[in-house]
């Protein structure tokens, strides 16, 4: 399975940016898809994941309040709505998609390609 990634970009500070993951190929359900980042120097992180029944998600602090994570079953998509960035956020995002929502990337079994998503001051 693979995961595709988009909606990266360039942006100031304050202004938003949307990421999209889906697999390519055939149609998977997976139990969660998250979000996590990788900044130059530093390790990954998690940012954020939902179940695929979207009941559940799971945001890490230094997002909450500015990302949104959704779910479009009908287009197997999970969307990412980042709004009030800020430099800090610059980083390669990644998709992954898991059997469990999980703030550790070791539970996610597949990985999309990554989106650079730079927030220029």
């Known amino acids: 399975v693979q995961l595709q990634a988009s909606g990266g970009g360039l942006v100031q500070a304050g202004g938003s940016l949307r990421l999209s993951c889906a697999p390519s190929?055939?149609?998977?359900?997976?139990?969660?898809m998250g979000w996590f980042r990788q900044a130059p120097g530093k390790e990954r992180e998690f940012v954020v994941a939902?179940?695929?029944?979207?009941?559940?998600?799971s945001y890490a602090d230094s997002v909450k309040g500015r990302f949104t994570i959704s779910r479009d079953n009908t287009k197997n998509t999970v969307y990412l709505q980042m709004n009030s960035l800020k430099p800090e956020d610059t980083a390669v995002y990644y998709c992954a998609a898991g059997e469990y929502v999980s703030p550790f990337s070791d539970k996610y079994d597949y990985w999309g390609q990554g989106t650079q998503v730079t927030v220029s001051s």
């Open positions: 939902i179940t695929w029944s979207g009941v559940s998600t």
């Open positions: 190929g055939r149609t998977f359900s997976f139990g969660s």
